[in-house]
């Protein structure tokens, strides 16, 4: 694995196959009776967003619309019908990191990861966002990695962070 | 019943049912609530999203949202206080922070919900005026135009399409400010479950969802509004004509009203710009040198009675035929069937229906007495099981695929299709036996093989109502599930809970319509089905009975009116003496006792020089006929060939004589849909040029052979057909104002028939009879591999004459494409969109391939809609023995890549 990361845009990596769409809605048990959120939930996790020929596959075994189905997934936040990184990392915006400088802090991930806000690695293991608050402000500057926390960040803590968390989840 | 409720609203009193809810109970008072997101008409559950329908109850606290709280007894309501005009003005004023203030050129003003609300709350601008939505108008497709920036996100759309045309092709999309309605992103309109219908549209209380077409044509108040019955398939649906400046700006549909409640199709909706298309034929043409020339009227019809006569005279009238038309009134198919009878001599009087039809009429006679669909359109709703074998319903009659989705959706309903494609309705059914085509016959046997194995048939009502039934039980006994499995290719299990589904079904209703008809076997076909509704008591009550989808607007009645060569109007027969002294005597002539030739016979006659002239009224046998090529020859080989028609058909073109005549739209009339209700047909514009409604021209040329034929209007016509036909007995105009009224209807006090057989069938006794597989005429061999199946698609009807001079219908689908299943397209090389040669023993055809898992390994589909790649040319006309149907259904054929171009 390299350092060298990419934005999306350069690149996206090729959707699940009929197959594996079709294997994964097989072990669920995907049928008319199944809870649609919760079906929805765990393709997620699988693909780690909502790919539309999932989407229509899970139309056809459930019977429920199409139309019905994108109406749910384009409601909730939750859902995701790009593609995206397995990990999201979430930089905090709020005013008490501010003032403690959460601007060095994002720029040293963006510049770690080469990604910009909203965008996602070229090896899709991580996904930038930014948060108005995580309701930490004792941690200030903060940032989260799916649902770990970070504090008293500095450039060179988010980059051994990054580094570690890396070779961790490789 | 529970008694009735009293409350007060507004300080009167009202008396409604338990469970009205106050908004229909002020209704009964007159009081019409303020609502937007609420269609009454429509008979949907409320949503009560829009809160304009708020009132105060006393004692309540809070407004309640009128449209879903159910009334109480001494409820006290106010619909109208100081408090509920200042909430209803603040929502309106919260509707209009975002929405344009272009009254006055928005399409919908005059007819919109938000204007005449703010016009009513004297809202004259929005304290909250933020931006406005900056999306421009979207129009995927060529009707459906949708404006965000106009929505007011009141979800009536989106009922009408899940709930009541049950397409579920748009939804709510996204949240807060970016909300508005879609289809699955990634899908164009064509791409998606939309059929088009336009509906939404009908029901959009604003300008958000309008039709492209009608942009600039006028706005409410100056349309010219009249109510007819649509030209297309055979349901007969209601349209309101919407006119301005001597043209059908557009369709609408009013909820409620007709047939279909308000509900229409994208035909019926889009599809009648074909009345002003400047091919329209506006003058007679007379064929001089080789070439169609104008002519006038007095020439045209001149010649057609002089060279009419000539020919009667020297050959005898049984070398003259005509085709009456489907697409023509009630009145003038009798009129067309009279001038043949009484007029020309001869019972060679035929139609289309002979084409689609003919078995049902024949087979559903013999087994029960009546030739008709036996229950009613709204009836499939009540049904428990719905058996839909051989109709493609939701493509070929939408209304009624609707009705069937929408019953199996409520969770009532379970479906059954047998059907040799997945067809949409396939997806709402709980079982789908693909059955190979023309094996319908084994597939019934068996089925009914299982209901006797299991015990389930009613055996009170085989004892009380029928007869034959111990010959019905030995014929299927042979028939196990197993067995029909390998001449049906329906896996025997399949088989048997279709069998235990459909028996065990409290009320169960069978819908066939050409997949059934179409076949050699067709009469046997239509016996079996009325096999198995009688051998499980499913028939003669409401949501039960065997129900043949009629394919035109009025083949029903043309059938009745007697345009069919054994038999007069009402079924009368020809050969019946009784019968012919009885009409030789009303129409004053002498009449033929010989039973005519058919359709199919008719061509044939003229090919062997036996039949001299034909006298085509509306239809188009070079393309709806079996092998055109043979029908071609046959046309070319007749001294005189009249047809009497809307455009220059592919038939006119071969005409010695063409006769312009009248559209639906321009005159008045009567159709008799497919569940035998006869509605009113309202002139609505002048017909262009010199063209005559067919009627007048009947008349005029009847008059010139020497035998008087005038009436004033087509009223007089009817009352006539009303002294003759004791089915149409007691059918006035002046009883058709609302809603129409279903034969039998024998006197003017008979309220029609909404279904029959109740109690005792037409013939007294229902009769079975035992029937034994017939494979088809034409098997697959090595030369010709496959079997060819001809069709219809939703856009388009018949030989495409109207529909694909529609500027919507032809856009959608501007070309015919052939179904064929990816893994015979993968072994013959075969890519989508590709031209494909395809070639039967008549004849060949090229157009592209469609390649869809519709269609069974080894099988084809095509529609016949098109003049460019006629399906009829590689068709057979083998013939039904007792129906002379040809097996449109089924013939052998070869596909291969079109040979590379040789210029």
Redesign the interface.
């Known amino acids: 694995m390299s350092d060298t990361s990419a934005t999306q845009d350069k690149s996206a990596p090729a959707p699940p196959s009929e197959a594996e769409i079709a294997s994964l809605l097989d072990s669920l048990g995907v049928s008319p009776d199944s809870n649609l959120i919760g079906v929805l939930q765990d393709v997620q996790d699988q693909f780690g967003y909502l790919p ?1 020929a999932a ?1 229509g596959e899970l139309s056809r075994r459930t ?1 429920i ?7 749910v997934v ?2 909730y ?1 939750q859902f995701y ?1 790009e593609p995206r990184g397995r990990h999201t990392i979430r930089c905090c915006r709020g005013t008490a990191c501010h003032v403690k400088g959460a601007g060095r802090v994002l720029d040293a991930v963006q510049r770690e990861l080469d990604i910009q806000d909203g965008e996602m690695t070229e090896d899709l293991m991580f996904q930038l966002e930014t948060v108005a608050c995580l309701g930490t402000c004792f941690l200030a500057p903060a940032m989260m990695i799916d649902n770990q926390y970070f504090g008293e960040l500095t450039p060179r803590r988010v980059q051994s962070i990054l580094r570690s968390f890396r070779a961790e989840h490789a | 019943m529970a008694d009735d409720v009293t409350l007060t609203i507004d300080d009167r009193e009202v008396s409604v049912p338990p469970g009205t809810t106050i908004f229909n109970a002020a209704r009964r008072l007159g009081i019409d609530i303020p609502h937007l997101c609420y269609d009454p008409a429509l008979g949907l559950a409320p949503t009560s999203s829009c809160r304009l329908c708020l009132v105060e109850v006393e004692g309540s606290g809070n407004p309640v949202p009128s449209c879903s709280h159910p009334v109480a007894p001494g409820m006290i309501v106010q619909t109208n206080t100081p408090h509920l005009r200042e909430t209803r003005r603040l929502i309106i004023e919260l509707l209009l922070s975002d929405h344009p203030h272009d009254c006055l050129t928005c399409e919908k003003a005059g007819a919109c919900d938000l204007q005449k609300y703010a016009y009513a709350c004297g809202v004259k601008e929005s304290r909250f005026a933020s931006e406005q939505v900056a999306v421009a108008p979207v129009q995927d497709g060529p009707a459906i135009v949708y404006d965000r920036s106009k929505c007011i996100l009141c979800g009536r759309c989106v009922q009408v399409c899940h709930e009541v045309q049950a397409s579920r092709a748009i939804d709510f999309l996204g949240r807060g400010f970016d909300t508005c309605i879609s289809l699955p992103p990634g899908q164009t309109r064509d791409e998606s479950a939309c059929a088009e219908c336009g509906n939404c549209i009908d029901v959009c209380p604003t300008g958000a969802l309008t039709y492209a077409g009608a942009e600039g044509g006028g706005r409410a108040w100056e349309f010219e509004q009249v109510r007819t019955i649509c030209p297309y398939c055979g349901c007969g649906c209601t349209l309101v004509l919407n006119i301005h400046d001597g043209r059908i700006v557009h369709i609408t549909g009013e909820p409620g009203l007709g047939v279909s409640k308000g509900l229409l199709c994208v035909k019926g909706r889009f599809g009648t710009d074909f009345v002003g298309h400047e091919q329209r034929l506006t003058e007679p043409l007379i064929r001089t040198g080789g070439e169609l020339v104008p002519a006038t009227w007095d020439e045209a019809l001149g010649l057609v009675a002089e060279r009419l006569t000539r020919i009667r005279d020297t050959h005898g009238p049984d070398s003259i035929a005509g085709l009456s038309s489907a697409k023509t009134t009630n009145e003038e198919n009798y009129l067309m069937q009279k001038f043949m009878r009484a007029v020309v001599g001869t019972n060679n009087v035929d139609h289309c229906a002979r084409l689609c039809h003919a078995s049902t009429v024949v087979g559903l006679a013999r087994a029960f007495g009546s030739g008709a669909m036996t229950n009613s359109m709204d009836e499939f709703e009540l049904a428990d099981a719905i058996f839909v074998i051989g109709s493609n319903t939701t493509e070929c009659h939408p209304i009624i695929g609707a009705a069937i989705k929408r019953a199996v959706l409520s969770g009532k309903t379970t479906l059954i299709v047998a059907d040799p494609r997945a067809i949409e309705l396939t997806e709402f059914a709980a079982v789908h036996m693909q059955q190979k085509g023309g094996t319908d016959v084994a597939l019934a046997n068996a089925m009914m093989h299982v209901i006797l194995a299991e015990g389930l048939q009613d055996n009170s009502f085989l004892a009380e109502r029928t007869e034959g039934f111990e010959d019905l039980a030995r014929a299927v006994e042979p028939y196990t599930p197993e067995m029909a499995a390998k001449i049906t290719g329906v896996p025997a299990a399949l088989i048997a809970e279709s069998a235990c589904i459909y028996a065990k079904a409290e009320a169960a209703s069978i819908i066939f319509s050409m997949g059934i008809t179409q076949h050699t076997t067709g009469t046997d076909n239509v016996l079996s089905l009325a096999n198995l509704a009688m051998l499980t008591g499913n028939i003669g009550r409401p949501g039960t009975g065997v129900n043949p989808l009629r394919g035109q607007n009025n083949v029903q009645g043309a059938c009745d009116l007697g345009a069919l060569p054994n038999v007069y109007p009402g079924y009368q027969k020809v050969d019946d003496e009784a019968s012919r002294q009885k009409f030789q005597k009303a129409w004053g002539a002498k009449l033929s006792p010989n039973v005519g030739l058919t359709v199919v016979e008719m061509i044939d006659a003229a090919a062997d020089g036996r039949l001299k002239a034909l006298y085509v009224v509306g239809e188009n046998p070079m393309l709806s006929d079996p092998d055109l090529n043979h029908v071609e020859e046959a046309l070319k080989n007749l001294d005189l060939l009249v047809v009497q028609d809307i455009f220059l058909s592919e038939t006119a073109q071969l005409a010695d004589v063409v006769l312009p005549a009248a559209s639906f739209a321009e005159k008045d009339g009567t159709f008799t849909n497919t569940e035998r209700r006869v509605q009113r047909v309202r002139k609505a514009l002048d017909a262009p040029g010199q063209a005559l409604p067919d009627w007048q021209i009947l008349c005029d040329l009847a008059s010139r052979m020497g035998y008087e034929m005038h009436y004033d209007h087509p009223s007089a016509i009817q009352d006539e057909i009303a002294s003759v036909t004791p089915s149409y007995g007691g059918i006035t105009y002046d009883r058709l104002q609302e809603g129409g009224l279903q034969w039998p209807c024998p006197d003017r006090e008979h309220p029609g028939t909404p279904y029959l057989h109740k109690g005792k069938f037409a013939r007294g006794l229902g009769k079975f009879h035992a029937v034994e597989f017939i494979p088809p005429r034409e098997p697959p061999d090595d030369e010709y591999p496959f079997v060819l199946s001809t069709g219809r698609v939703l856009q388009h009807f018949h030989t495409g004459t109207m529909s694909r001079r529609s500027d919507v219908l032809d856009t959608l689908v501007s070309v015919g494409t052939i179904e064929i299943h990816p893994d015979d397209a993968a072994r013959l090389g075969i890519a989508d969109s590709e031209t494909v040669r395809v070639a039967s023993r008549r004849g060949q055809i090229e157009l592209p391939a469609r390649v869809t898992e519709r269609v069974a390994p080894g099988t084809l589909f095509l529609a016949f809609h098109y003049r460019e790649a006629p399906a009829n040319r590689l068709t057979i006309a083998a013939l039904d023995p007792i129906a002379k149907i040809p097996e449109l259904k089924v013939c052998a054929v070869r596909i291969e890549p079109r040979p590379a171009a040789k210029s």
């Open positions: 539309p989407l019977r619309p199409l139309s019905r189905i994108w109406g384009s409601f936040a019908t």
